[in-house]
């Protein structure tokens, strides 16, 4: 069963656009929500992570945007760049300690 | 300093052979997580170490043995592997573990092939 579903599958967006990959769950004991970014051959990296009372969280170009009672949440990736070109996960954490992920998400920027 | 550190990058073994994978992090934390990877899969937990103790073990094969020698230092024994074993492993730290808001941080992961 998956506790993380995440769409789209793969995303293709111009220079310059705007990325949005949706994430949505339905056990309530998650209690934080990563974000994480994987170029091949890479471990993931931490981009941005939002707690459950924050609606919204910004940081440069990535912003998260968070609905409690749908239980879904989001990423966000302003003047998409094609750097930005990777696997990005969602992910939940449970008590405190299991990371559950997201299937992922390929993103291509064009140039 | 963010960095968790892991040997080898890459490794090729026979199915009879004994090796080890090598995780590392000097950023205090005090909990360590050991990840499998498969190609176009997100990562999937086998093991949690919380202050150098085993935690939570994801029902994963004995052929795999983790173990803790230190907080700063975490090790995944392979025996007797099968061929669909081949994935990234994947080591992680964080403050530590059962607490809300545990940020993880991720190594490179090590490439393993079993032949």
């Known amino acids: 069963q998956q506790q993380v579903k995440q769409s789209p599958q793969s995303l293709i967006v111009q220079k310059g656009g705007i990325s949005i990959i949706n994430c949505a769950y339905e056990?309530?004991?998650?209690?934080?929500f990563p974000w994480y970014q994987q170029f091949p051959g890479k471990g993931p990296a931490l981009l941005i992570a939002?707690?459950?009372?924050?609606s919204e969280k910004k940081e440069g170009r990535f912003t998260i945007s968070f609905n409690k009672s749908a239980k879904q949440f989001s990423l966000h990736i302003m003047d998409s760049q094609p750097g930005d070109s990777a696997t990005y996960f969602c992910a939940a954490l449970e008590y405190g300690n299991k990371l559950v992920f997201g299937a992922g998400t390929i993103l291509r920027v064009k140039s | 300093d963010t960095e968790v550190t892991q040997t080898p990058k890459h490794l090729v073994m026979g199915m009879t052979n004994k090796k080890s994978l090598k995780c590392e992090q000097h950023m205090g934390h005090r909990a360590m997580y050991w990840y499998k990877q498969k190609a176009k899969k997100p990562p999937e937990l086998m093991f949690v170490?919380?202050?150098?103790?085993?935690?939570i073990n994801e029902s994963v094969p004995s052929r795999f043995s983790p173990e803790c020698p230190n907080s700063s230092l975490l090790n995944l024994h392979l025996h007797a592997l099968q061929p669909e074993d081949s994935a990234l492993y994947l080591c992680a730290s964080s403050r530590q573990a059962g607490s809300s808001y545990n940020e993880q941080f991720f190594g490179p992961g090590t490439r393993l092939t079993v032949l």
């Open positions: 170490y919380s202050y150098e103790k085993l935690s």
């Open positions: 056990n309530t004991a998650f209690d934080y």
């Open positions: 939002i707690r459950p009372d924050v």
